[in-house]
């Protein structure tokens, strides 16, 4: 227990800041009265100074009045006026209190001494004076001068006992004043060192506050950031105080967070895979299904089943944006979304977005207007995420419109930002339901109604929003309609000369004219996907299909036939899509051959990765059929 109280570091806050204030404190007290001692010596030294002066102007009063009384004894008797006594009257009046003032300064034995003989000779010569004032102008000459004589005598001895007073004053008021000289250099010299002692106090209590308390709370603070960062804490002295065992609960949370990081990025690596494998296993089936009913809608145009071809796709189609919404949800929230923000001109996107929804206005019979002012505004965003952004809320806006109403769709600009607004004539939303709009699911009560929908649309839309440095603002009145306005940083409009021209579309799904065959190699496991494959392929004449159900045997069938064109399933079985095409790009007779993936693993990161390892293309499953034949246009041609 002692060794502990005298380990500063494990002393309480409390007596840490009761320290660092008693000993500057304590050091201040003593250092005050040390100096009120001093003082008082130094008022004492001034008074008895004082009282010295006060006695010398005493014994000089006293000479005065004894020349007075003299004075004016001679003058009487030489004139025998009455007006010469009146000095003497006056000073024998006034010297029994002069006396008396003596007697109450004087502490000096020596000057009592001398005033003791000094009031005797006195009283003498009164009696002489009041002797020659009443009889002296009677006496004879004779008897006179002899009085005279006497009285001079005695007064002659007073005179020197006063002088013997006044030197031995003057010699007091010296020593009185050196003493008080002395006092009040000791004084000043005291006054610095007392001042010196509680300053260094005062610094030293302050340094010990500052190692002991304020830099353990900088270097605990600077630890809290760190464990924010997810960064190892730096390390801190031992110490049994508050601030130790804060320390202490700072590192065992660090290594709590630790092992929970660990585990989330654990967990988010597995959900990573499992959205990988969940989209794969989603959209394997969906390719067939979309696939065939795409080619169904070509084959059925104007038959009777031809709307329920149409159901199949709008069902179908449905799921995968769930699929999409839900993908894109995950990444958001795992921080995998990538954004390339450029300055993109809006009026191209916005013309686009409505070209993309025109047939749903259509088919709900809403009327699309759009504002075709400000032509050369352009803001700062990622062109697909923007291009989707809009999409959600004119989809929105024109499923939740009421009949032969109307989506406007207009830009601003204001002060560095641009404003995207999309007002609908629909019934509204009550101000309770706005909060709840961008929560995930939340359909706000309209999944029991006839509109399709997954809750999930407004959400991303907010998500990519912020991401791309902006908001989405709503307004809306019941019975007259919303305003949803998208706000993004201003950016000057950039014109890429250098943009290759958009790729013709196929030439539908029928049958193309004949030409030389050419092989086509599919290296597909999945046999409805290779079925799918086959009948769009066999829309188009002059390629042959050559099919390969693991990645071994399509490398074999790719060094025999030299295919035009290589369509790889990036999942196989025995060997890897992906390792599939670093055999192929590593084999320079197969550098100019056309080489796309096809898989349901629609990750970004996916795509760029493959890209980058020398994919000529990626088309993502569910397959749009005209893309299918697009590609075999072009590497036919």
């Known amino acids: 227990m002692s060794a502990r109280w005298w380990r500063w570091q494990d002393w309480s806050l409390g007596a840490k800041s009761a320290a660092a204030v008693a000993v500057p404190l304590a050091s201040l007290l003593a250092a005050l009265s040390f100096n009120y001692r001093l003082q008082q010596d130094l008022n004492a030294a001034d008074a008895e100074v004082r009282r010295a002066l006060a006695i010398q102007a005493d014994i000089q009063t006293l000479h005065t009045q004894l020349a007075e ?11 025998g006026r009455d007006d010469f006594l009146t000095p003497y009257l ?36 009164q009696q002489s004076l009041e002797e020659l004032r ?31 007073m006044q030197s031995r004053e003057t010699d007091l008021v010296a020593e009185y004043s050196d003493k008080a000289r002395r006092a009040l250099h000791r004084n000043f010299w005291m006054d610095i060192v007392s001042s010196i002692l509680v300053l260094a106090s005062g610094v030293g209590a302050f340094l010990l506050l500052y190692s ?30 508050e601030l130790g065992q804060l320390a202490d609960r700072l590192h065992n949370a660090s290594l709590l967070l630790a092992k929970r990081a660990a585990e989330a990025q654990s967990a988010n690596q597995a959900k990573t895979q499992f959205l990988s494998r969940i989209s794969h296993e989603l959209r394997t089936p969906l390719n067939a299904i979309l696939g ?31 699929i999409d919404e839900v993908l894109d949800i995950a990444r958001i929230e795992s921080g995998s979304l990538k954004l390339k923000l450029e300055a993109q001109p809006l009026q191209p996107l916005i013309q686009e977005a409505c070209d993309l929804v025109a047939p749903l206005a259509t088919r709900h019979r809403i009327r699309l207007q759009h504002s075709g002012e400000h032509e050369n505004l352009a803001a ?30 207009s830009l601003q600009e204001s002060e560095g930002k641009v404003r995207i607004a999309v007002q609908d004539s629909g019934v509204g939303i009550p101000a309770a339901q706005i909060p709840r709009l961008f929560t995930p699911f939340d359909r706000l009560g309209a999944e029991s109604g006839t509109v399709e929908g997954t809750g999930l649309g407004l959400a991303v ?12 603002e709503v307004s809306s009145k019941p019975g007259q309609g919303s305003v949803f306005v998208l706000r993004l940083d201003m950016a000057q409009a950039q014109v890429n000369e250098t943009a290759a021209p958009a790729l013709a579309p196929a030439a539908g799904l029928t049958l193309s004219q004949p030409r030389a065959m ?13 079925a799918l494959l086959q009948a769009v392929i066999a829309r188009r004449a002059g390629w042959h299909l050559v099919a390969a159900r693991d990645g071994a045997e399509g490398l074999r069938q790719a060094r025999a036939l030299r295919p035009a064109l290589i369509l790889l399933d990036l999942h196989l079985p025995l060997m890897s899509g992906e390792a599939v095409l670093a055999e192929l790009r590593g084999d320079p007779s197969f550098a100019q051959t056309p080489i796309v993936i096809i898989s349901a693993d629609a990750l970004p990161a996916t795509i760029e990765r493959l890209r980058a390892a020398g994919a000529s293309d990626y088309l993502t499953k569910p397959l749009a059929v005209s893309r299918v034949l697009t590609l075999l246009d072009r590497s036919g041609a």
């Open 69 to 79: 009384a003299a004075t004016g004894v001679r003058g009487y008797l030489l004139t």
């Open 90 to 125: 006056r000073a024998r009046d006034a010297l029994p209190g002069t006396l008396a003032e003596l007697r109450r300064n004087i502490s000096d034995p020596q000057v009592m001494a001398h005033l003791e003989s000094a009031s005797a000779l006195l009283e003498r010569k």
């Open 134 to 164: 009443l009889q002296g102008r009677q006496l004879a000459p004779a008897e006179l001068q002899a009085h005279l004589i006497r009285s001079k005598q005695v007064l002659d001895a007073l005179r020197g006992e006063v002088r013997a």
């Open 212 to 241: 002991g308390v304020v830099r353990r709370v900088q270097r605990l603070a600077l630890n809290a950031e760190r464990l924010a960062q997810g960064a190892p804490l730096a390390a801190l002295p031992a110490g049994r105080d």
């Open 292 to 322: 065939f009913a795409q080619l169904l809608e070509s084959d059925l145009q104007g038959s009777a089943q031809a709307p329920q071809v149409e159901q199949i796709l709008l069902a179908g189609r449905h799921l995968l944006a769930l």
């Open 380 to 409: 700062l965003a990622d062109r697909q995420r923007l291009l989707q952004v809009l999409i959600n809320l004119l989809s929105n806006a024109i499923k939740y419109n009421r009949p032969q109403g109307e989506v406007r769709i």
């Open 461 to 472: 839309s907010r998500q990519l929003m912020l991401h791309m440095g902006g908001d989405i």
């Open 518 to 530: 050419q092989y086509v190699l599919v290296i597909e496991d999945n046999a409805s996907n290779l």
